[in-house]
C-alpha cells in the first residue's frame, strides 16, 4: 500500500499484477486492498506467473503509452490472461520432493530410472505433463508439445511469441538452451528469460522451459 500510495501521488491510476491467485494468496489480498482505493488501483488477476507474467506487465506498458485507461489495460490483458503456456523440465527430483510436489517414494525411484518429470503451467496449475527417461528425451518431448501448442495458436490467428525460460547457471547453458528453440521454431518471435525465484525454488537449479503466450491487439492509432 506504501508503494501504491507513492505510485498515485504522480499518477491518476495504477495497474497492479500479481502472481496467479491460483498459486498465491497475494492476488486476493491485493484485491481487497484495493477495494479502498475508489477504482484507482486496478488489480488484474491474469493467472500467470513469472516469465508469462513479465510480458503480461510489457503489454500493459505499451497499452498505457497508447492512452488506455487502467480499468481498459486490466480488461485487456485479462481476455488473454489464459493463453500462456510454459513447459518445464528438471535436472533433479530434489526440489520437487522438498516442496511436497513429489513423494519421498517417488523421487527416490525417478532418480534410480533417471526419470524427469516434464511440467506445465496454465492458469492455476503447475501440473505434471509427461515423464520421460533422462533430460535429453524430456527436453525433445518439451519441443514437440510447444510445437503442438504453436500449431493450436496459429490456427487460431492469434499473435503470439515463443520464448525460453531457466534456472541455468553458465553461459552456455543457456545459449545451448536458447538455440534449441531458435532451431526448431525458426522466424517465429522469440523472447528469453529466466525462471523467477517462485518457480525456481521448486525446480532447483537446470530446470528448463520452452512456452508460448499470446500478445494483447494494440488498438490501431
Known sequence: ?????????????????????????????????????????????????????????????????????????????????????????????????????????????????NIKPLLKIQGDRLDAFAKVRGVKACKQRAVEALHESVEEFQAKGWDFVVGTAHTYRTPEEIRDWQHTLEDNFPGLPAFHGELALSIGCHTGPGAFGLGLVRRVELPKQ
Open 1 to 113: 500500500m506504501d508503494l501504491w500510495d507513492r505510485v498515485l501521488e504522480e499518477y491518476d491510476a495504477l495497474v497492479y499484477i500479481p502472481m496467479s491467485s491460483g498459486l498465491s494468496a497475494s492476488c486476493q489480498t491485493a484485491m481487497g486492498l484495493a477495494e479502498g482505493y475508489d477504482g484507482r488501483v486496478q488489480v488484474a488477476d491474469l493467472r500467470r506467473i513469472s516469465v508469462t507474467q513479465k510480458l503480461a506487465v510489457l503489454d500493459g506498458l505499451e497499452l498505457s503509452r497508447l492512452g488506455l485507461t487502467a480499468v481498459e489495460i486490466r480488461q485487456e490483458l485479462e481476455r488473454v490472461a489464459m493463453d500462456a503456456m510454459i513447459y518445464i523440465g528438471v535436472e533433479t527430483l530434489t526440489y520437487l520432493r522438498r516442496g511436497g510436489r513429489v513423494t519421498p517414494a517417488a523421487a527416490a525411484l525417478g532418480s534410480l530410472l
